[in-house]
């Protein structure tokens, strides 16, 4: 047992799998405080309508370690239906290193691996009476040992147990500033005044990260970037037809879409380098040269036109649909979607201690691909909290690491800023 009091910021993906591993391990005193007066967040993007499990990873330390959640997401006693798996189609898995690399680490790990070659072959793969529209140059790989999970339903589930195992979570307590002692984090102010102290703070704010404790110039290492994300809502007779599809994956465009959920919407995304916002405030000036700090931009802070893409995103989405559901090309989108990632150089992720504070650590920088380890993630933390996290992990996960050149899962990654005059129209999501 032990009786430090922690405090984790951010009632997220690694916040929350967070409080869960240190309270199976005997932690006694853990609370989480988020910014959202709901929980989940609505427009974090841990809470959505669904995210990718998948194994296919060219670092061979997240292919075993999804394999690994994926074990745990299977038990229903404890996630009920939160994920599907219905298999992951991956798209021209020899055109870049990543997703061969991918292909060779999904082998090592005894995946159910199905090779395809050609658009009429993975048609093959589709349940009867779905068209698609694979060009006959389309290889790929569909791997039944992956999915889809029910992403909010994921944080509920891990927020209930949280709270069943004695962690209590707080909501609207946005945080106004580290409270730190001889330059040891001691606990946190919040917007309304509140001051709560702990004995460990872990910093899991996601994309926030960096606009909400600027004083620690996290930009380098932590960049916040908006995705493209649409829906189109199915008839019932339709999602019937299309409920059965795998997930596809195409790295090569960055674009993914899911089979329809329990209401019949599809989501579709480019997983891409995404949009960069800058408000006003942090706007470099005379005052403050150096303050440049993407902010997301969502559906809390701008309403409903915090939920407005790109539209020139609007047309890609739509024409890499039609490659795949050409009949669901056809249809109008029923809504779109920032999601916002925090994003590293290297996308590995922050986890660990600050290098000159021994009470303050970091669990973020998702980078687009976290979610999946919802139900183990933690255990990375709590071991780094511990002393136990593995060293050759403690270096890739650092947050003062120098960042080694890898494999992208996202190519070419080139951010560009957000233009809220360019953001789509209604009349843009018509066919």
């Not at 199905?114 to 060009?135: C, D, H, K, R, Y």
């Not at 019949?264 to 891409?272: C, E, F, L, S």
């Not at 915090?306 to 989405?317: C, F, N, T």
Request: aromatic content about 8%; charged content about 20%; overall charge negative.
């Amino acid at each position: 047992m032990s009786t430090e009091k922690v405090l984790i910021v951010g009632a997220g993906c690694f916040g929350l799998s967070t409080a869960f591993h240190l309270l199976k391990r005997g932690y006694v005193d853990v609370t989480v405080i988020d910014r959202s007066n709901v929980l989940p967040a609505p427009d974090a993007a841990s809470t959505d309508l669904n995210k990718i499990v998948r194994t296919s990873y060219s670092d061979i330390f997240y292919a075993r370690f999804a394999k690994e959640a994926i074990d745990v997401w299977k038990d229903e006693k404890e996630w009920d239906d939160a994920y599907h798996e219905c298999g992951v189609l991956v798209l021209n898995p020899g055109d870049h290193a990543y997703t061969g690399s991918s292909y060779q680490n999904d082998i090592s790990l005894g995946s159910r691996l199905t090779n395809l070659e050609g658009g009429s072959s993975i048609g093959g793969v589709f349940p009867p009476g779905v068209q698609t529209a694979f060009p006959s140059t389309t290889s790929g790989y569909l791997n039944q040992d992956g999915g889809w999970a029910y992403a909010a339903k994921g944080v509920s589930l891990l927020m209930s147990k949280v709270i069943a195992l004695g962690g209590q979570v707080m909501a609207g307590k946005p945080v106004k500033r580290l409270v730190r002692k001889d330059g040891v984090t001691s606990g946190v102010e919040c917007v309304d005044g509140t001051v709560l102290s702990a004995d460990i703070v872990v910093i899991a704010t996601g994309s926030w990260t960096s606009a909400t404790f600027s004083e620690l110039d996290l930009s380098t290492m932590c960049l916040a970037t908006g995705q493209s994300v649409a829906t189109i809502q199915l008839t019932t007779k339709e999602a019937e037809r299309y409920r059965k599809c795998p997930v596809v994956l195409d790295f090569k465009s960055g674009f993914y879409v899911f089979p329809p959920n329990e209401d019949g919407i599809v989501k579709m995304a480019i997983h891409a380098a995404g949009y960069t916002n800058v408000p006003q405030s942090s706007i470099p000036s005379e005052l403050t040269p150096d303050r440049t700090i993407s902010t997301p931009r969502t559906s809390q802070s701008h309403g409903d036109e915090g939920l407005l893409i790109p539209k020139e995103m609007v047309q890609v989405l739509r024409n890499h649909l039609e490659e795949v559901y050409p009949e669901l090309a056809r249809k109008p989108f029923g809504g779109t979607r920032l999601c916002w990632y925090l994003d590293t150089p290297d996308e590995d992720w922050v986890i660990g201690p600050h290098p000159d504070d021994p009470s303050l650590f970091f669990a973020t920088g998702g980078s687009g691909h976290a979610y999946k380890f919802l139900p183990v993630v933690g255990r990375l933390v709590a071991d780094s909290i511990q002393g136990k996290l593995d060293p050759s992990l403690q270096a890739k996960f650092a947050i003062n690491r120098k960042n080694a050149t890898q494999t992208h899962s996202r190519f070419p990654y080139e951010v560009k800023p957000l233009e809220v005059a360019q953001l789509c129209t209604p009349a843009d999501l018509l066919p």
